[in-house]
């Protein structure tokens, strides 16, 4: 079945430095990669999305980056602030059978002031 | 505006106890509802989903099963519960036809003892 695979699944990074979390998904039918974010007993939500007629998408401090020939996906978060540490899903959806949204394990980003 | 509700809030109920949880949304109609259930520092796995009225897919077996008995109502529920059903239970929806974005339910941590 399909699969999405995440790394890393914990970072520790700086106040100020970037973070790049890697996704890697195995449905070559697949044409939408969103991003959520978790905080601490919250629910997740989506902050950034990208879909497959797309190599990249920015939005502010974060971009994401596909390579749909090697189905890589990636989140870059630059300037890290405090307020950016939670958990972040990567997600890939197809669009047999309802728009199945199929998430990775998820990393921890912790960002040290 | 469309919002999603999901209780109980917190749970905790003896093995071999019933479960029902219930997600209702308001503000969009034939919604595509989901429900993700989060081991503790775990992602988020699929259990079922539904395009419509009576209609459940289960993506994993498992002691839970699902119905939708009205457009906007998803239940989870269980006859008897495991140690294993221990989580948090998440209910989601997106719009019908071509909505991947997922808008999550505030979720219901779910304690079996």
């Known amino acids: 079945g399909e699969n999405v695979e995440q790394h890393p699944s914990t970072l520790s990074v700086q106040e100020g430095d970037s973070a790049v979390i890697k996704c890697t998904y195995s449905d070559s039918a697949s044409n939408y990669f969103p991003w959520y974010k978790q905080e601490l007993g919250k629910r997740p939500q989506l902050i950034i999305d990208?879909?497959?007629?797309?190599g990249e998408k920015k939005d502010q401090r974060i971009a994401v980056t596909l390579n749909k020939t090697a189905k890589h996906f990636s989140l870059h978060i630059t300037e890290t602030q405090p307020e950016d540490s939670a958990v972040y899903f990567c997600a890939a959806v197809g669009h047999t059978g309802g728009f199945k949204t199929i998430f990775g394990a998820g990393t921890r980003l912790f960002v040290k002031a | 505006s469309q919002t999603i509700h999901q209780w109980p809030a917190t749970l905790v109920q003896p093995v071999g106890s019933p479960l029902s949880l219930e997600c209702t949304v308001e503000g969009t109609s034939n919604p595509n509802l989901y429900w993700y259930r989060q081991a503790a520092g775990r992602g988020l796995q699929l259990l079922f989903y539904?395009?419509?009225?009576?209609?459940i897919s289960s993506e994993v077996p498992q002691n839970l099963s699902a119905s939708r008995p009205q457009d906007r109502q998803f239940i989870l529920s269980s006859k008897k519960l495991l140690l294993s059903d221990s989580g948090f239970y998440l209910c989601?929806?997106?719009?019908?036809?071509?909505?991947?974005?997922?808008?999550f339910g505030s979720g219901t941590q779910l304690s079996v003892l």
């Open positions: 539904s395009v419509g009225i009576g209609q």
């Open positions: 989601a929806w997106s719009i019908r036809g071509g909505g991947e974005k997922l808008f």
């Open positions: 990208i879909r497959s007629n797309v």
